[in-house]
């Protein structure tokens, strides 16, 4: 046995060492604090203050921790050193494989093409959010055309105060050209973009259960637009009020379609994950579905200043119906016909 | 068998909890699952966290407004002030959204409230944590709780919440909340859908070599004259131990109480027939632990691995 006195370091230490498994530790000790200080540095987001040589020894030092820690797990009982290790070779593990985007960068290749490829990848959820509104809305007319009563069952009741059934032409013209003065129409967008953007969302979330509801609520929320179509149709209004609701309500109902597409994707995951297993057909959609309604958001988001500052300031219908399938052009645009190629 | 293929692994979490996940190199690594308590206690955290920075943004933007109106300058318009207001509501929902973003976005992977705990986000197939997951997660957390928190609180505050829909509200977030205790990954909804856990990020420092070789002088004044190697044991004392042994031994002899050195080195003694080494344990101790694991290790080579003094 070698019992030197004073501290040993280094060479000196690895030849004190008693142990193979202490030796083999002394020897390759430094490699691990100099990769534990980068990986350190890297997780506090100071990636630019590493020297190049450590950037370009990391995956060395990587692999290198690999081999020690299968090593060691099979000659060292010291489980200190295996404990530390393991947490090295995890965070390690996480700095390697972990992010590699940045916030700017994820933006760049989301509106840049990924977004449009998601849209894409739900096009069947979309035809089958798209047949449930029309199916709504036409439902929604034929039933208050046959009795009037089930428009206020349709229509929630703070939106008719004076958009009902046998209201006066005048009356009816005036709640499309109100006063252009602006009076709280701020605060009202502001409600308006919570309410709709809670719609788009719900649209969403409800596809858990099998997208079921998902459909329900879709064909109920048109309902109550095709009621209030209803009501403007049996006046000759139908041509003013499709343009008042055109110039957000396109961006609007196209976010809450894309919505409830999305929702129907998960959805249908759940019921047919065809050779899958649920959890991977669910995480796969999940994926899509996400970015999707990252989408949906900014389009509500669009759809909100649209609907506080454009459609009450705007009083002519051709300019309203201008705006609004202008813009819904772009979007369709956009979504389907912006194919960049992949990076 | 099961006992033999933990040996060689590191200890501590619940069993339930512990999980392997393999690195695209090959190699199993232990990690545990983040518990219940942990992401609770987190979640609080960053409930607080956001209220705070909510909270400080608003005191702020009223002390601008007050400083604006008290210097005397003209009045802004009505519009204007409108269109701050909508500014300021989509600012909340995405500043909401944005703190856990951009928190799990970056390399540690985890928010305030993670950090502290210790825990983080990982993608489940042991792949790379993509941008789209970590949204999707964080989607459903506004789904899950944000949502209907505000549908509640804003219906109160208008007086049209019935009772109907407030229980409802209730259900729908308990349920979410009690999620995670009835899968054995305790995944949120969230994680469901994007394919993310939380686990364990747990950081050790590395500890001294505690078989040293240099055998320590005894604690009491009669030290110079006794030997370096005055400790020998023969292979059937050492044949009385195993690893679990051996490792309780190491952590005795790394937290270094004297009064647990004592006990340790009077109950070995009394396994080998030895008289205890009073005032020199840590001697003593050191120098059974060399040669145990000398012992132990030297037949690890030779594939005989000892689990535990049982075995």
Redesign the interface.
Known sequence: MNGSVGQPGGEQAVAAAVLRSDRFRLEREADWVRLDGMITAMEKGRLKRLADDDVMALPVLYRNLLSSLSIARESSLDSGLIAYLESLTLRAYFIVYGTRTTFGGWCRSFFGGDLSRAVRAIGLDIVIALAAMVIGAMVGFWLVEADQQWFYRLVPAQFSDVRVPGASREALLGTLFGDPDGEGLAVFAAYLFSNNAQVAILAFALGFAFGVPTVLLLIYNTASLGAMLWVFASRGLTVEFVGWLSIHGTTELLAILLGGAAGLHIGRALGFPGRRSHLAALSHSGRTAAQVMTGVIVMLICAGLLEGFARQLVQSTEIRYAIGYGILALWLAYFFAFRPRRS | MARKAQL????GTDPKLKRT?V???G?A???AVAPASARIGALFIDLTALFGLVLAFVLTVFLIAWAYSSAGLPAVS??F???L??LF??GL?LARNAYF??FE?????ATWGKRALGI?V?S?D???????????RN??R??EMF?PL??MTSGGVQGTLSEFAAWSGIIWVGVFLVFPLLNKDRLR?GD????TWVVE???????A???????PAPAMGDGPGLP??RYRFEDAELSVYG?YE??ML??VL?TANPDAMETVAATICAKIGWTPPTGDERAFLEAYY?QL??R??RG??FGRRRADKNS
């Not at chain 2, 060689?8 to 200890?11: A, F, L, M, N």
């Not at chain 2, 976005?105 to 992977?109: F, H, M, P, T, V």
């Not at chain 2, 469901?192 to 394919?195: Q, T, V």
């Open positions: 060689g692994r590191s200890h996940l690195t695209p190199e190699v690594l232990d990690i009505d519009g002030t409108g269109f207001f909508v509501i989509i929902f973003l951009f976005l970056g390399q540690r992977a983080r990982a489940r042991g792949g790379r944590l993509t941008a789209e997951a970590i949204i999707a989607l459903l506004d789904i949502l505000m549908f909804c469901l859908i994007a394919g990020a747990p950081r050790s420092a590395l500890g070599v505690v078989a040293s070789g240099v055998t370096a190697d690893e051996l490792q190491e952590t790394r060399t694991r000398s132990l290790e690890l080579r």
